[in-house]
């Protein structure tokens, strides 16, 4: 093998173009809460699924003190889970 293996700079070095459809955006433009890390009912939600599941998971057959205890708090989760995503989409808007 000859030559570098890294690759050479691009051939107007780092500067980002000023003309294109970036500059179109004004500056002002919030970005994505999914960039800044801040949606975080998805994960009430995968809970909640999960404690919904747990019985089947575990392989608890009867009707029990567990699956009733799964249940009530897959159902806390949910709820909780609203209450973020209605906080989260009303930050948004």
């Given at each position: 093998?000859?030559?570098?293996?890294?690759?050479?700079?691009?051939?107007?070095?780092?500067?980002?173009?000023?003309?294109?459809?970036?500059?179109?955006?004004?500056?002002?433009?919030?970005?994505?809460?999914?960039?800044?890390?801040?949606?975080?009912?998805?994960?009430?939600?995968?809970?909640?699924?999960?404690?919904?599941?747990?019985?089947l998971i575990f392989g608890v057959d009867d009707f029990g003190f567990f699956?009733?205890?799964?249940?009530?708090?897959?159902?806390?989760?949910?709820?909780?889970?609203?209450?973020?995503?209605?906080?989260?989409?009303?930050?948004?808007?």
């Amino acid at each position: 093998m000859t030559g570098p293996t890294q690759p050479g700079p691009a051939p107007h070095g780092d500067e980002v173009p000023q003309d294109g459809p970036a500059a179109a955006e004004p500056e002002s433009t919030p970005p994505p809460t999914s960039l800044k890390g801040g949606t975080t009912s998805v994960w009430y939600f995968v809970g909640a699924t999960f404690l919904f599941a747990g019985p089947l998971i575990f392989g608890v057959d009867d009707f029990g003190f567990f699956r009733i205890v799964t249940l009530v708090l897959g159902a806390v989760v949910m709820v909780a889970g609203f209450v973020v995503l209605r906080r989260e989409s009303g930050k948004r808007s």
